[in-house]
């Protein structure tokens, strides 16, 4: 049984997607249609703009959701393998609902924009950080972020993989965890270049505008099921849709879980799709034993289609 997994913030590169543009006509229709949905040229963006603007959020959101659906289209047209289950991360997980039918290409390249810019807003640049944690379990580091928080903000923001966590809130408070991290025996503690502290209670006010944005989509039925964020269950209801987007803009990105529910459901064969391969890396150390593939380049589709 296979699934197709979705990439989020952090996997772009200039560059992404060019090959597949140039090689595929469906590739090249799908950065041609963002463009058209945004009022930018966003293939230039990907095929050859800067890390700096790569690394604005609301141009880094759209960028790499286009990016996975140009290679998804690719896959599509190209072989025969078709997924049981989608998943994604954060960001991601807009891709696997475009991959299942539940949203609009179009309309998700959009709301990814937005979704972006409402992230970025909510927090002044300097006032939020993330940091990465490694080698502490999950209820000891809930509890040193608690300790740490001292009437601000911090908490674990994404469970990626057993021993690895990322925590986020207000910039002083991650300092006081990592601080504590390191003295827990972590293995590794230290900040992360991003610029808010995503999937914290500091992102309420982005929530709330993108509430607003969703409640003019339609959302469609699922041709399979998505392995949500919020609650790594398999979702196919088109109602839960926009609840559960919305919740996991401030919601713990729960990964770890995810995966670990694909394969209880049956899934050995997991295909990355889009800039990339940090999603494969988490894969092999959760679901041990389970086939990891990526494809973001003409290069690895060859490599796909055997």
Known sequence: ????????????????GKDLAENFPAAKLVFEEAGDALRFDIAQ???????????LTANTQPAILTTSIAALRVIEEETELRPAYAAGHSLGEFSALVCAGALNFSEAVKIVRQRGTFMQEAVPVGVGAMAAIMGIEADALQELCRQAAEGEVVSPANFNSPGQ??????????????????????KRALPLPVSAPFHSALMAPAAQRLEEVLSDINIQSFSFPVVGNVEAKACSNPDQVKPLLVQQVCAPVRWDE??????????????????????????????????TQQVDSVATLQKLAG
């Open 45 to 55: 963006l990907c095929f050859s703009g800067s890390e700096a603007d790569l690394k």
């Open 258 to 291: 995810s995966v670990v529910e694909m394969a209880r459901l049956g899934v050995e064969q997991y295909v990355e799709i889009g800039p990339g391969k940090v999603l494969s890396g988490l894969i092999k150390r959760i679901a041990k034993g389970s086939v």
């Open 1 to 16: 049984m296979i699934a197709f997994v979705f990439p989020g913030q952090g996997s772009q590169f200039s560059g992404m």
């Open 165 to 186: 966590i990322v925590i986020a809130g207000h910039a002083t408070a991650v300092s006081r965890a990592i601080e504590l991290a390191k003295e827990a025996g972590a």
